[in-house]
Structure formats: C-alpha cells, structure tokens
C-alpha cells in the first residue's frame, strides 16, 4: 500500500488496529485499517481494490 504524506495528514489516526477496526465496523461502508508507514499508526481506507477483501 503506498501512502503519501498528503494522505496521512489528513486521514485519521489510529493507535491501535483494534480500534481502527471498531471504527470500520460501524462504519456504512466498508473500511480497511492499514498500517501507515509514515506515521506508524493506522488508518482506514475505502479503497479495498487490490487488497483482500471478504466479500460481505
Ligand atoms: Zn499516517
């Protein structure tokens, strides 16, 4: 997953994938939580193309 600084600033942050997860859970849509390399945190994203995605 590239991740560019532009991204990372502006998307939320997460310090724990566990949290990161709830969040996606409630979520309308279907979020992933990534590993950001810049900030070692986590975020969510909607773009699921080219990762594994379960199918809901
Ligand atoms: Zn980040």
């Known amino acids: 997953m590239n991740t560019r600084p532009g991204v990372c600033a502006r998307k939320r942050r997460f310090s724990s ?6 969040v996606a859970l409630k979520a309308e849509i279907t979020l992933r939580p990534y590993r950001c390399q810049l900030c070692r945190d986590y975020h969510l994203t909607s773009r699921t193309k080219g990762m594994k995605s379960l199918p809901r």
């Not at 994938?17 to 709830?22: F, R, T, V």
């Open 17 to 22: 994938e566990a949290e990161a997860i709830a």
